[in-house]
Nanobody, 118 residues
């Protein structure tokens, strides 16, 4: 079955950096779109960044441009979210996503908490 295992969350001060990782199994990793989403209590899950199989950006939250970057390593079946210049408003649970196009279907990781203190 498809599994997504996230790691790398934690507590960081404003202006700091974190790198999230998501190890993927059960799908042909090199062919699927991947994304990072985040969610805060009482709000819908929102897209942070998404890339296609080749690493091309296919979606983003404008508030993270210039601060967050997403990458993928096909040898390790892993995607990364490098987060720099973190702000308190980045505090959320971050979820890794595999998006299949045909038929459309989404798989999710268990989520990892990121907390940015002011």
């Amino acid at each position: 079955q498809v599994q997504l295992v996230e790691s790398g969350g934690g507590l960081v001060q404003t202006g700091g950096s974190l790198r999230l990782s998501c190890a993927v199994s059960g799908v042909t990793f090199r062919t699927v779109d991947m994304g990072w989403f985040r969610q805060t209590p009482g709000k819908d899950r929102e897209l942070v960044l998404a890339i296609n199989w080749s690493g091309k950006n296919i979606g983003y939250d404008p508030t993270v441009l210039g601060r967050f970057t997403m990458s993928r390593d096909h040898a390790k079946n892993t995607v990364y979210l490098q987060m720099n210049s973190l702000k308190p408003e980045d505090t959320a649970v971050y979820y890794c996503n595999v998006h299949l196009r045909a038929p459309p279907y989404d798989y999710w990781g268990q989520g990892t908490q990121v907390t940015v203190s002011s």
